[in-house]
């Protein structure tokens, strides 16, 4: 393991310690919800959107800790879309993390009620972030708005829904990369421009770590798209070829493997040359080729 895969370990390791802080008390809300949320929220995962507010606002000279519970709001955002995701109604996952799906576990009915839970609690984790030494009050308040913008009908949803509405029509790929930007790329790009807004980074450093967001959201799904098709099962914990079933319209079914990989690899440079000029970007150089060469 090398010196950035530790580091992602350890941020990871932070998150998965803190989430339980920022959810729901376990005597303020019925047992089985409880469960259902607290089981899909901390099943693991890369933590990829948590660890994006916390090096960014970082690389702008605020200590990560202080905007944990932004991190953690967005990880809670995250999971609930998974939930829904793998519902019957959407992608009818059995498997999540080599783990049996929230609605596998608990049934359709409490699993749409922990996303709902999940989804409304976050914005309480994220308005913690207010008060704390070295944020502004409006800080906060923009990174609320900017958010439920990029989780809403204008972001995730709107791009989740486009992804269902174009299941088994052709579509051209101005089309597809909508869906992409918007139902994966939305969240990872708040994300980065969320840590960097508390951290009270200029209007050009904003509008660049949004673009630097929007790039490495592009290159994920891709990603994504490739390891459906040809990733190992028993590392991504979920079964591979749910696209093809579900005949939904990926980078890999419109432009094909070698066109897709050539994507991922222009998009991954492209990113790297927003931030070249910066000093500290080292865990952003590195970020961007694990996300570009991942197995899971």
């Not at 660890?51 to 990560?64: D, Q």
């Not at 490495?216 to 190992?232: A, E, N, P, R, Y």
Request: a negative charge; proline letters at 3%.
């Amino acid at each position: 393991m090398n010196d950035f895969e530790k580091e992602m370990k350890h941020m990871s390791q932070i998150i998965d310690n803190e989430l339980i802080n920022y959810l729901p008390q376990k005597d303020t809300l019925p047992l089985k919800l409880y469960n259902a949320m607290t089981y899909s929220v901390l099943s693991g995962g890369k933590r990829l959107r948590p660890i994006l507010v916390m090096k960014s606002a970082e690389f702008f000279g605020l200590s990560y800790e202080k905007v944990i519970p932004t991190a953690c709001g967005i990880e809670m955002i995250h999971s609930y879309s998974l939930i829904h995701d793998d519902l019957p109604a959407m992608d009818n996952d059995d498997l999540r993390r080599g783990k049996p799906t929230c609605h596998k576990k608990f049934g359709e009915a409490i699993a749409l009620l922990a996303g709902d839970a999940l989804l409304t609690h976050a914005f309480c984790a994220i308005a913690s972030n207010y008060g704390i030494d070295g944020i502004l009050p409006e800080a906060v308040i923009d990174i609320v708005r900017e958010i439920s913008i990029a989780a809403g009908g204008c972001g995730m949803v709107g791009g989740q829904t486009a992804d269902i509405d174009t299941v088994g029509k052709d579509i051209d790929i101005d089309t597809l990369f909508y869906i992409s930007t918007h139902k994966t790329g939305a969240l990872i790009s708040v994300a980065t421009w969320a840590g960097a807004r508390l951290a009270g980074a200029s209007p050009r450093d904003l509008s660049l770590f949004k673009d630097l967001g929007d790039k490495i959201g592009l290159v994920f799904q891709i990603v994504d798209d490739i390891l459906d098709v040809k990733g190992d099962e028993s590392i991504l914990g979920k079964p591979i070829g749910s696209d093809l079933r579900n005949h939904k319209n990926t980078f890999v079914s419109i432009l094909g493997l070698e066109e897709s990989l050539r994507l991922v690899n222009k998009l991954s440079n492209e990113a790297k040359d927003l931030i070249s000029d910066y000093p500290n970007n080292e865990f952003f150089m590195n970020l961007i080729e694990f996300i570009a060469n991942r197995d899971h």
